[in-house]
């Protein structure tokens, strides 16, 4: 072969060869392009993936969400739930309901003789010997049996009559004037406007029920509007005690206090406590803003027990107890969950336990204060060193919150240094609850009116029972001295009958 033709030839099959060479890159370069797009399909479904799997833990937890390992109520717990109440589940240690085997048995006392009505004395005819007949011969030490009755109750009406006279030398009628001081500005006395306010402000009895209450037992016809007339009238007669209870509670050297939410025609609001041991005061407010609680603590003094609210911020950490039971319930909610953050919850809730058996030693009188505070030392230790690794950690749900407690370091261990300060805010729950079930049934008030007589009376209530005051007999004396226009009964004063 001619080499000219020879090279041309090569020259073809190489040409040959670069376009395919070309084709096959262009081919690679296609895949190159399809494999970029794939990663990048498959990096973003492994994102929707993962905030899909992030987004079902989360609804998990919230589905998991009991009293046990959050704020919600007991009586929001759904059957079945572990450690609930009556009826959701079985019950603690297997007992069945009732007095268990060796507890001390509680019978009815008999009322003191000075305040029985009625006697009725039995004596026996005839001897069981001999059969000869007895005489009746009173014994000191008769066998005693009681009834307890109520009588029939009837409502006690004073009519007030302004007669008109005619004059007997000009024949001019005269009636008799208006006197304000005689005749009361209300058709309804004291006690009758105490036992209304007790019904529908202290026991939550809707008013509607109220009225049929006060109609079938009392046989007095009232309207709504009456009732709400009359919780009017008490609320501004008990005004002196609250404002009372309010100095009481701001002078207190340790004080606990919670918040929830509150319903007025619907809307939003907030209800807030502070309860100490000598009285408890509520007040609902538009928010539970830092600059709405500020001004009602008053200046600040004592130590402040509550859960890490951040609008409490304004009282010094040194100075406050954060709330282990709030903690309990978060370290609760960290051990149900699964991986490193399972593992974290468990080992905080360990810890936590340690601690209140070593606190319920110290309060049952087992364990000295000295003894105590050796053995919480490492315990403290051990608890923020791991709250710290938590931290650490960065783990979703967990990180952030151990971080929030670190930052309430100063808080947490308040009640090993100060006499009468709990590690709980239990006191706080339990006082709050009333009205928590109270809103829960009737859905809150319709009106600021309505507002003012619910945390007023609560706070009367709760104080006055705290001070071993007969509720009732207290609003009477309230409700009494606003007729006579007097000064009212003292909640802290030993001395008054109320």
Same mark, same amino acid.
């Given at each position: ?54 987004? &079902? =833990? =989360? ?6 969400? &009991?009293?046990?390992?959050?704020? #919600? ?12 109440? @009556? ?9 069945? *309901? ?47 049996? =009681? ?51 007790? #019904? ?21 016809? #009232? ?9 009017? *009238?008490?609320?501004? @007669? ?25 319903? =007025? ?104 204060? +000295? ?40 808080? #947490?261990?308040?009640?090993? +240094? ?51 005051? &007969? ?28």
């Amino acid at each position: 072969m001619d080499p000219h033709d020879r090279i041309a030839a090569l020259e073809a099959e190489v040409a040959l060869k670069d376009g395919i060479i070309a084709a096959q890159a262009t081919k690679i370069a296609t895949l190159e392009a399809r494999v970029v797009e794939l990663e990048q399909v498959v990096a973003a479904l492994t994102a929707q993936v993962a905030a899909l799997l992030k987004q &079902n =833990q =989360q609804l998990t937890e919230r589905l998991d969400r &009991n009293s046990r390992n959050s704020n #919600l109520l007991p009586s929001s717990d759904p059957p079945g739930t572990p450690g609930g109440g @009556a009826g959701k589940g079985p019950r603690k240690g297997g007992k069945t *309901r009732g007095g268990q085997p060796g507890h001390p048995g509680r019978r009815r006392e008999l009322v003191p003789q000075d305040q029985v009505d009625r006697f009725v004395d039995l004596f026996p005819p005839e001897c069981e010997n001999c059969w000869a007949a007895l005489p009746e011969v009173h014994d000191l030490a008769a066998k005693r049996h =009681q009834l307890i009755e109520l009588p029939p109750i009837k409502a006690h009406t004073t009519e007030f009559r302004r007669h008109s006279v005619r004059c007997a030398g000009c024949g001019h009628k005269t009636c008799a004037a208006y006197d304000a001081d005689k005749i009361p500005a209300s058709p309804f006395g004291p006690r009758l406007m105490s036992v209304i306010a007790l #019904l529908t402000g202290v026991y939550h009895v809707s008013r509607r029920q109220g009225v049929s209450l006060l109609s079938d037992v009392l046989g007095i016809d #009232l309207s709504l509007g009456a009732v709400s007339a009359v919780e009017a *009238r008490v609320s501004e @007669a008990v005004v002196p005690a609250v404002n009372e209870a309010w100095e009481t509670v701001k002078d207190a050297p340790v004080k606990h206090t919670d918040g929830t939410g509150w319903l =007025q025609a619907g809307t939003v609001l907030s209800l807030w406590t502070i309860a100490t041991a000598m009285a408890t005061v509520f007040k609902i407010m538009s928010s539970g803003s830092k600059e709405l609680l500020k001004p009602l603590f008053g200046s600040p003094k004592g130590i402040l027990i509550s859960d890490r609210a951040g609008a409490l911020t304004f009282w010094a950490m040194e100075w406050r107890q954060i709330c282990w039971a709030h903690l309990l319930r978060k370290f609760v909610a960290f051990s149900e969950r699964d991986g490193p953050a399972g593992e974290i919850g468990r080992q905080l809730l360990d810890y936590t336990g340690i601690m209140f058996e070593y606190w319920h030693e110290h309060k049952a009188g087992n364990l000295s204060k +000295d003894i105590l505070l050796a053995w919480m030392a490492p315990l403290r230790t051990q608890v923020e060193v791991l709250l710290e690794r938590a931290v650490a950690a960065s783990i979703d749900g967990l990180s952030g919150s151990c971080a929030d407690i670190l930052d309430h370091r100063a808080a #947490l261990w308040t009640f090993l +240094d100060h006499k009468d300060v709990e590690p709980t805010n239990n006191h706080a729950e339990r006082e709050l609850r009333a009205f928590v079930l109270w809103r829960k049934r009737s859905f809150g008030s319709q009106s600021e009116r309505g507002n003012l007589f619910a945390e007023r009376v609560m706070t009367v209530a709760h104080t006055a029972r705290k001070q071993n005051k &007969n509720v009732l007999e207290f609003l009477v004396a309230c409700c009494t001295a606003q007729s006579a226009k007097t000064a009212g009964p003292s909640l802290f004063d030993r001395d008054v009958a109320a």
